[in-house]
Structures are given as C-alpha cells and as structure tokens.
C-alpha cells in the first residue's frame, strides 16, 4: 500500500512532548556522493538519505561506470550506509556524440548541477534530462562557466535537456553567477579540485552563500584518499516538527527575555535527535530564529515584528516559518525569497495562493511576503508536486481542522517517511478522502 492521492490531517489537541529523528541532509549526501565518486580510494557514507534525489544521483553514478554500495541503516529507516569505490577523478563510462550517455536527473537540482559539472572530467559525451519542470529550472550560467573553462555544452535553451562533451580536467579560470541558483558555484567547487579550475563567483550576496560555505567545508573536510564520512540530519527536513512543537510553545514562555539558545528553544515541545551543529547547514537556525519571532511577537502588538531572509537567515525552511506566520500575533516579512521562484514550483506565488485558499492575510510585493495574523480554516491544498509545500501544510493542518493534501506522495523526493513519523511520533490521525484513518504503511511515499 501508498499514501493515496487526498488526505486530510486531524489535528492535534494537546501538545506531544517527544523527540524525532529525521533522515540525513539531501544537500550533504548528494554533495558527498560527488567527492566521494572522485575520491582516490573507498568512502563509506554514513547516515546518508535514501529518497528520490539522492537515488537519482546513485542511479547517475551507476549509469557513469561507478561502483556503489547500498546497505540498511538500522537507525533510521530513511538513511542509509553507501560505499562509493572512487576513482580518483576518472569517470569511468561516456558516450559517443551519435550516442551520448544518458543520464536521467528527475527533478533533482543538485543531480543536475552537480554531474552537469561532473561529467567534464570525462572523456566522453553525456545527455542530461529531467521531468519537464527540471527542464524549465535555470542552468545558463553554470553552462557558461564551463564554456568559459573549454568545455563544449550543447543546449539551444541553456537549459536541460543538454550534451555535455567531456574533455578530462582543463585548468583554468571561471566566473559564475549565483543570481538564480548557488548550486552553480558548488557544483564547480565541488568538482573544482580534479579539474584544476579557478572559480570566481559573482551575483547577490556572492560573499554570504550559506550553501556554497557548506560546499567549501565539505570539501576541505572529506576523506578524499578514502575513508568514512557521517552525513548529519536534515535541517530543513527537522524544521516541520520544531515547528509542530511551536504551535504549543507560545503557552511556555513566562519571561521577558530569553538570551540563550538553548532558552530559545525551551519553548518547543517537539525537537529533533542529533541536531546539526557543524554550522553547515543554515536551517539548523530555524529553532532559534522562530523562536525569536514567537518570544518578540509577544512584545510587539503591532507592526512588523521581524523581516526574515531566505539569503541570509534561513534556506528553504523560511517555507515553514511562512506558513506559521498566521498564529504568530504581528505582521511578519519574508524577504529576498527570488530563489524560491526557480526551485520544484514557483513557491512564493503557491504559497500565497495557498495560504489565502485557509484565510490567510498575505501579501506579494516584489520577492517578498508579508502575513497579517489571523484565523485560518481547512482547504484542499495543491501541493504543486513540491515535498516542501506538502510538509509544509501538513504543520497548519496540526492546528486547523479541515486541511486536506492533493498527492502528498511527493514527499518522497527528501522524506518518504515524513507521514509515518507524524503518525508514529506525533500521534497524529491521517485520514484518505472516504474519512478512513490510513495505516503506518499506507502511509510510506512510494
């Protein structure tokens, strides 16, 4: 059995007080397949997520000659053990120019970015396409940095689907922009190192890109002549249950002020194992960053309480901070969202429409939204095949009655078994469209 096609969330009457594990980060995994697929010896990854994307770069991996591994992770159901036999920068399959090698990324953007830079290091021609809105997702300016490096791409669109003709490593310099994406300038830090390249980024806050940071650090710190690397949980994943826990907190805070961290998040009932603390991932802020917005919304009665940014306060998980605005007692702001635009849907404009579907108060001025407080009431939500949209809604619908999700199997590109855990650790009721509550197995994103 599957999640079928309509379900509704019952919510929650009291708070759980309860501690969840979540699968490893889609960003690390994905980034440590790459270096360790260009390692010069053996790399196990440990704690490594195990849902659409990432099996799409292990599928790619395997389509390109690469030996990989894949075994249980007793852990946590979502993750597991993958040994990556690298070999040490050769690529070893490509294609002819007749007949490239194909390599299907779905709607991966990390897939794409990364082996679309990847591939140069062979010696042969490759083909890269996805599900048609992969194929509406940018890549013009990272096929320009590898132009600018020798390397030939062929894409009338500057777009996927695209023929990437591999030349091996060509040392050079590049100069990327980071405007839509900074999965451009990670995927050629990441391959930077064999292929001899120099890469200079330009674009919005080029200096402050929380993820291609991530990237730098990975890179300096993985096993790259082999050996063992742990993958960390998923920051943006764990938000949705610190923020199950935030519909509760608001009852626990007593004091004026809380100046630590660790007081901050004292006013979640929910919290997640093994939190990130390598700095690496900017959503591992999000406890404390909403936090503050409840603890400061308690102060203010009026205005804008705090203007939070996708650039440099949260990644994707400022989604789940949006969808909490409405219980939070001041107008909020959510500023410099343009990425979201570029991503698995046009987020900021399905946010909005769907937030006003329950009552929202919302307004989209720019790259921004502002949310008035007020009561909310039970939807059928669109979850435009975006797994954000539909984790996101499925934490309103912990709190409003009513809220029902179209084809919440699209989870299952990051977390597949989000809805089980709900379930399992939260104790939340799941319900199909004829009001029948669905099994822990029907409940698995397939």
Request: hydrophobic share 40%; glycine share 8%; charged share 20%.
């Amino acid at each position: 059995m599957s999640l079928p096609d309509l379900i509704e969330i019952v919510p929650l009457q009291a708070p759980v007080k309860t501690e969840v594990t979540v699968p490893g980060s889609k960003s690390i995994t994905n980034r440590a397949l790459v270096l360790a697929a260009l390692a010069k010896g053996t790399v196990t990854l440990e704690g490594a997520l195990w849902s659409e994307d990432t099996q799409v770069m292990v599928e790619c991996l395997h389509t390109l000659g690469f030996k990989v591994e894949v075994q249980t992770d007793p852990n946590e159901f979502c993750n597991r053990t993958i040994i990556v036999e690298g070999q040490g920068g050769v690529i070893p399959k490509g294609g002819t120019a007749e007949q490239p090698l194909e390599l299907f990324v779905g709607n991966a953007g990390t897939a794409a970015r990364f082996l679309a830079a990847m591939v140069c290091l062979g010696e042969g021609v490759y083909r890269l396409s996805g599900v048609p809105r992969m194929h509406e997702r940018p890549q013009a300016s990272l096929f320009e940095a590898l132009r600018q490096l020798g390397y030939r791409i062929d894409s009338g669109s500057n777009k996927l689907p695209a023929v990437i003709h591999g030349a091996g490593p060509k040392a050079g310099s590049c100069s990327v922009s980071v405007d839509e994406s900074s999965q451009f300038a990670s995927a050629l830090i990441l391959s930077g190192e064999i292929g001899q390249w120099q890469v200079g980024i330009k674009g919005a806050n080029a200096d402050e890109l929380p993820y291609v940071e991530m990237t730098r650090q990975l890179v300096k710190a993985f096993p790259i002549n082999g050996g063992t690397f742990h993958i960390e949980p998923d920051a943006s994943s764990g938000s949705y249950f610190w923020a199950a826990g935030l519909h509760y907190g608001e009852q626990r805070i007593e004091r004026s002020d809380l100046p630590t961290q660790t007081e901050r998040c004292a006013v979640f009932e929910t919290s997640v194992k093994n939190w990130p603390k390598s700095g690496w991932q900017i959503d591992a802020d999000f406890p404390m960053r909403a936090g503050d917005l409840l603890h400061k919304s308690r102060e203010h009665s009026t205005g804008i309480v705090e203007h939070l940014s996708r650039e440099t306060d949260l990644g994707d998980s400022i989604m789940t901070a949006i969808v909490l605005a409405p219980f939070i007692k001041n107008v909020t702001a959510y500023t410099e969202l343009g990425r979201l635009r570029l991503q698995e849907c046009e987020r900021v404009e399905a946010l909005r429409i769907e937030l006003t579907k329950c009552g929202a108060s919302i307004v989209e001025k720019g790259d921004a939204l502002f949310v008035t407080p007020t009561s909310l009431h039970g939807a059928e939500i669109e979850t435009y095949n975006d797994h954000r949209m539909a984790m996101c809604f499925a934490v309103v619908a912990l709190r409003v009655p009513g809220i029902k999700l179209r084809n919440p199997s699209c989870v299952k590109k990051t977390f597949p078994n989000f809805f089980q855990k709900l379930a399992k650790d939260l104790g939340v009721k799941i319900l199909d469209a004829k009001g029948n509550q669905l099994s822990h197995e029907d409940l698995f994103a397939a």
